[in-house]
């Protein structure tokens, strides 16, 4: 097969794919475009009514601007913790060697494995405890380290090639100095890889920062979502356009991640 | 080619270095905010549901009534639940082996230099980002049994599709579908950055040695991204046995139960029938399966840094 | 001098006994987007005529409402007051975390007679009364008039009885093509509550009067069953489907809610029709009755709980329920907001089509209110959908179902 015959094919395959991966996020683009009188017209891929209009109503429908700032400063913290904390974590377990290792990494997998639902009364119990209702450290703290995160780092790490690390080692450097040093800017795709599920994890949050604040001025941006999906019927319009909204900055943060994907070890000058 | 398998090659230095605490001191240190957090708000939490699950209790009665592992007898003793654990091992097979295999192969061929690259892995990764009303809308439109595009490709090619959300024998099948949508997106990003990590001069190596493309996936790529794959197939078991919000979303666990996973019946436990210890039992009990099936799987890779 | 002095004490005792009255109430409800806003207006209003009260209005989703009262029972942070779903009220009552209300509704001679009788089923327990209807909503019939007119029928008669909806429906399949009826077949409570609309048109109960057994696998039971297999098995004009065929055209008849007549005229591209939901010959009309209840928490101290009452007092008196209705498109709880002549002459003028479910408020039921009733209705609709699907035969279905539900219920 020639050359351009297989690129012809891969962009086949992949435009394929990608229709199929983009449809529900186009559909939600023109129903939030589309006047309620259209609705149950069947769905489109491409925009054919045009109600700006709708975004107005739906960010006026709730306090947005209010909702906005928490929950970017509740995601800015979880991002930061989590990718900080759990790189330095999945760094001890994979390239330290210590009594209990394997037990602790089974423990921190095990946290993966309990349902949310049956632990969210007691840890809403231990942050009242701690008297952090209504507070942000409520809404970051108990989530400032990722099971998951630690999980990625850990497997990361184990295939990087441990040369660099041991001829600093060699050299008397200590291990938080490689971490910091070598280690981390060998892994900015993977930092970036974790921030986004990071990210995700906390822009999409409903149930924990609703528990855990009373007060509207905590409310976060997925609040405001669920304001249009009403007990009594769904207000689809409103709601795709506040979706639109809500998701962007996802999108954008996605956007911003995958640069990172592709400035990965090949560039950093480690040949060996 | 098997002299390019990558081991490390140190193993030797790597005992020189400690003695029996090994690097303890150091470890703690780097472990000390993951110990404080997840012991806090993850270790105590989990125990004190095991207990929970030994209690009845509705979540709001001032009264816990004791009933020792009435929850687990109950559990084990009825039809719904292995019911859910078939649904739930069919859809965790199905969606874990296609939707690493579609991720894979999405990955490997956004890791060329291909125009439209930057476009085409935002568009595989809108699944992981569209809010799942709006895909639970359109995946339901998309399986509609006269309206839906996937009956009527049927009807172009003579076939007649089933109503596939409201037939109990293939609803399954179409949440699957939607599960591996949603899967294959995350898969791509993570084997993507796994594929960075593989310094070029391995590539360049084989090369010289004359190995053509397939055989330099078969034995760098594949090899090196078995600790990523590990990873892959842990988080997407752990992720589809608490599989719950594309279920609610699309079959609300019918019909016939027939799409009724674990996570929904839990979902159902806990938060519907406010069944708080009997949906701590249930947790407890998928807890041990998962946990055994992940020990099983590190056992076999050792540690996670083989093949799977 | 003096009356100086006695004019910067009496400014002091003043300020002193605001302070002293002022009280601040949380009230958490979900009623979103338009809702919201006329509950909003409402306590605002209330506030002005009522110096040194706030009520703080805090929106939870309603998904989330019953989870988040339930943490907050647990670790004793409720707020003042609280809206619930009725189906939810049993297991809130039996928390012992509400405050009863006799004694209030006594001294402020809140005359409960003129409240309809299915509401008020909710929020008893153990002889005292915890909770009111404040909002009702309920299940109807609505038709496309235009596919009424393509298969030839009145677009302006609906079906009365079984016999007519069966007879109607199967003229529009044979002169239409589309379904004539849409069946709620997805399970769970949606399926659940549209079955009961046929089970009590047909004469059979529920459960038994003391709610302590099924008593669906009766004769009646059976018929009525039959029936929505027969629609879709034997003259299959109604498809097992999912949701939502009404109001793209796909079926000319559908059982729901009355807070559609709002929803379908902005959405659909037909006329409507409206009306009381037919029921079987020799039956009985009937229809099934949701909507919120309001309560008070234990836990506010006397005075805060006497004035969370009066708001709640105040929210129920005909006038502000008028105004609530009216504003919300709910249906009334009391006789006398649905014989209120401004009422009525809104609802001919601005909501025609709910004219009708104003009227079946005086028939309409409530769903037994047991603890759990959840999972009741999720095993009934389980064995509704095993006979619709030919699976079961209605009567092996039903004493299935009532061999599963029997337990739940000792």
């Given amino acids: 097969m020639s050359k351009a015959w297989k690129a012809v094919l891969t962009h086949l395959l992949l435009a394929g794919g990608a229709f199929l991966s983009a449809m529900p996020f186009l559909w939600m683009l023109t129903t939030a475009l589309k006047?309620?009188?259209?609705?149950?017209?069947?769905?489109?891929?491409?925009?054919?009514?045009?109600?700006?209009?709708?975004?107005?109503?739906?960010?006026?429908?709730?306090?947005?601007?209010?909702?906005?700032?928490?929950?970017?400063?509740?995601?800015a913290g979880i991002v930061i913790a989590q990718t900080l904390f759990s790189a330095m974590a999945g760094y001890a377990f994979a390239r330290m060697r210590f009594a209990g290792r394997d037990l602790l990494f089974f423990g921190v997998l095990g946290t993966m494995m309990i349902p949310f639902p049956v632990t969210l009364i007691p840890s809403f119990?231990?942050?009242?405890?701690?008297?952090?209702?209504?507070?942000?450290?409520?809404?970051?703290?108990?989530?400032?380290?990722?099971?998951?995160?630690?999980?990625?780092?850990?497997?990361?790490?184990?295939?990087?090639?441990?040369?660099?690390?041991?001829?600093?080692?060699?050299?008397?450097?200590?291990?938080?100095?490689?971490?910091?040093?070598?280690?981390?800017?060998?892994?900015?795709?993977?930092?970036?890889a974790s921030a986004i599920f990071s990210f995700l994890f906390a822009w999409n949050d409903i149930l924990w920062p609703l528990i855990v604040t009373n007060s509207p001025d905590m409310r976060t941006v997925q609040v405001g979502l669920a304001m249009f999906q009403g007990q009594y019927g769904v207000f689809w319009t409103l709601l795709s356009a506040a979706a639109t909204i809500v998701t962007l900055p996802a999108v954008l943060a996605f956007l911003a991640a995958q640069r990172q994907f592709i400035a990965g070890i090949t560039n950093t000058g480690l040949k060996e | 080619m098997n002299g390019v398998r990558l081991q490390p090659t140190s193993i030797v230095i790597h005992r020189g270095w400690r003695r029996t605490l090994g690097e303890l001191p150091t470890a703690l240190l780097f472990l000390l905010p993951t110990i404080a957090v997840l012991g806090t708000f993850n270790f105590y939490p989990a125990l004190y549901s095991l207990y929970l699950s030994l209690f009845e209790w509705n979540g709001l009665s001032p009264h816990r009534e004791f009933v020792g592992l009435a929850n687990y007898t109950r559990l084990l003793a009825s039809g719904e639940f292995w019911n859910s654990l078939r649904v739930t091992l069919l859809y965790a097979?199905?969606?874990?082996?296609?939707?690493?295999?579609?991720?894979?192969?999405?990955?490997?061929?956004?890791?060329?230099?291909?125009?439209?690259?930057?476009?085409?892995?935002?568009?595989?990764?809108?699944?992981?980002?569209?809010?799942?009303?709006?895909?639970?809308?359109?995946?339901?439109?998309?399986?509609?049994?006269?309206?839906?595009?996937?009956?009527?490709?049927?009807?172009?090619?003579?076939?007649?599709?089933?109503?596939?959300?409201?037939?109990?024998?293939?609803?399954?099948?179409?949440?699957?579908?939607?599960?591996?949508?949603?899967?294959?997106?995350?898969?791509?990003?993570?084997?993507l950055a796994a594929l960075q990590g593989i310094p070029k001069t391995y590539y360049e190596a084989a090369q010289l040695d004359g190995a053509d493309s397939w055989q330099q996936f078969r034995y760098i790529t594949l090899p090196l991204l078995a600790p990523t794959t590990f990873f892959l197939v842990v988080t997407a078991l752990i992720d589809a046995f608490q599989v719950f919000d594309l279920v609610y979303v699309m079959t609300s666990g019918g019909p016939l139960g027939s799409t009724d996973v674990l996570g929904y019946y839990l979902y159902r436990q806990?938060?519907?029938?406010?069944?708080?210890?009997?949906?701590?039992?249930?947790?407890?009990?998928?807890?041990?399966?998962?946990?055994?099936?992940?020990?099983?799987?590190f056992r076999l890779t050792r540690g996670g840094q083989g093949d799977v | 001098m003096k009356a100086h002095w006695l004019k910067a004490i009496a400014t002091i005792a003043v300020a002193l006994l605001s302070?002293?009255?002022?009280?601040?109430?949380?009230?958490?409800?979900?009623?979103?987007?338009?809702?919201g806003q006329v509950l909003q207006g409402l306590i605002e209003r209330y506030q002005k005529?009522?110096?040194?009260?706030?009520?703080?209005?805090?929106?939870?989703?309603?998904?989330?409402?019953l989870t988040k009262l339930q943490t907050a029972i647990t670790a004793?942070?409720?707020?003042?007051?609280?809206?619930?779903?009725?189906?939810?009220?049993?297991?809130?009552?039996?928390?012992?975390?509400?405050?009863?209300?006799?004694?209030?509704?006594?001294?402020?001679?809140?005359?409960?007679?003129?409240?309809?009788?299915?509401?008020?089923?909710?929020?008893?327990?153990?002889?005292?009364?915890?909770?009111?209807?404040?909002?009702?909503?309920?299940?109807?019939?609505?038709?496309?008039?235009?596919?009424?007119?393509?298969?030839?029928?009145?677009?302006?008669?609906?079906?009365?009885?079984?016999?007519?909806?069966?007879?109607?429906?199967?003229?529009?399949?044979?002169?239409?093509?589309k379904w004539g009826i849409e069946l709620f077949t997805q399970g769970g409570e949606g399926t659940t509550w549209q079955t009961q609309v046929y089970f009590w048109g047909a004469g059979a109960e529920f459960l038994n009067a003391n709610n302590t057994a099924p008593a669906f696998n009766s004769a009646q039971g059976v018929q009525a069953l039959q029936f929505l297999v027969d629609l879709v098995q034997k003259e299959k004009v109604a498809p097992v489907a999912p949701w939502g065929l009404f109001g793209r055209g796909e079926a000319a008849m559908v059982m729901d809610g009355s807070w559609m007549t709002q929803f379908f005229p902005q959405q659909v591209n037909f006329e409507l029709g409206a009306a009381a939901f037919p029921f079987a010959p020799g039956g009985r009309p009937a229809t099934n009755m949701g909507g919120e209840q309001i309560f008070i928490f234990q836990n506010a101290d006397a005075a805060t709980a006497k004035a969370a009452w009066?708001?709640?007092?105040?929210?129920?008196?005909?006038?502000?329920?008028?105004?609530?209705?009216?504003?919300?498109?709910?249906?009334?709880?009391?006789r006398s907001v649905a014989n209120d002549p401004a009422y009525r002459a809104w609802v001919s003028n601005a909501r025609p089509l709910m004219r009708p479910f104003v009227d079946s408020m005086a028939f309409a039921r409530p769903r037994p209110p047991v603890a759990r009733y959840p999972q009741i209705s999720d095993i009934f609709a389980k064995y509704v959908q095993e006979a619709l699907l030919g699976r079961l035969s209605p009567k092996d279905a039903l004493e299935r179902a009532a061999q599963e539900v029997a337990p739940l219920l000792r």
Wanted: charged share 15%.
């Fill in chain 1, 125 to 192: 119990l231990v942050v009242n405890a701690l008297g952090w209702i209504d507070t942000y450290n409520a809404l970051i703290i108990p989530r400032a380290v990722s099971a998951f995160a630690i999980f990625l780092f850990r497997q990361f790490f184990l295939s990087l090639p441990r040369e660099l690390e041991e001829a600093a080692l060699m050299d008397g450097a200590g291990r938080l100095t490689i971490f910091f040093r070598i280690v981390l800017p060998l892994s900015t795709p993977v930092i970036a």
């Fill in chain 3, 76 to 177: 004793r942070q409720t707020p003042t007051m609280a809206i619930s779903d009725l189906v939810a009220m049993p297991l809130l009552t039996r928390s012992g975390a509400l405050a009863p209300l006799d004694d209030y509704i006594r001294q402020s001679n809140l005359n409960l007679a003129d409240y309809f009788p299915g509401p008020l089923v909710y929020g008893l327990y153990q002889g005292k009364r915890y909770s009111l209807p404040v909002s009702a909503s309920n299940l109807g019939l609505f038709w496309n008039k235009n596919l009424f007119r393509a298969a030839g029928l009145d677009p302006n008669r609906p079906p009365r009885n079984w016999d007519e909806l069966l007879k109607y429906a199967k003229q529009i399949k044979e002169k239409t093509g």
């Fill in chain 2, 270 to 297: 806990g938060f519907r029938y406010s069944e708080l210890g009997f949906a701590s039992a249930v947790a407890y009990v998928m807890f041990a399966l998962i946990f055994v099936v992940t020990v099983i799987q």
């Fill in chain 1, 35 to 75: 006047p309620e009188s259209a609705l149950y017209q069947p769905p489109l891929l491409f925009p054919v009514h045009f109600e700006w209009e709708n975004f107005a109503k739906a960010w006026q429908a709730a306090p947005f601007p209010r909702f906005f700032l928490n929950s970017a400063v509740m995601t």
């Fill in chain 3, 19 to 35: 302070v002293g009255t002022a009280q601040k109430l949380t009230f958490w409800h979900y009623w979103d987007g338009a809702n």
């Fill in chain 3, 49 to 65: 005529e009522h110096p040194g009260v706030t009520i703080e209005a805090v929106f939870v989703p309603g998904g989330e409402l």
């Fill in chain 2, 93 to 191: 097979g199905g969606v874990t082996l296609l939707a690493l295999a579609l991720g894979l192969l999405v990955a490997v061929l956004l890791n060329q230099p291909i125009r439209g690259q930057a476009l085409y892995r935002v568009l595989y990764f809108l699944p992981v980002i569209t809010p799942t009303v709006a895909s639970g809308v359109v995946w339901k439109y998309l399986f509609d049994p006269t309206q839906g595009v996937v009956n009527r490709g049927l009807a172009e090619v003579g076939l007649e599709g089933p109503s596939w959300l409201s037939d109990p024998s293939w609803a399954l099948a179409a949440v699957v579908v939607v599960g591996v949508w949603k899967r294959v997106g995350f898969n791509m990003v993570v084997y």
């Fill in chain 3, 310 to 334: 009066d708001f709640i007092n105040w929210f129920s008196s005909t006038p502000v329920q008028v105004e609530w209705d009216r504003g919300t498109g709910f249906l009334p709880v009391r």
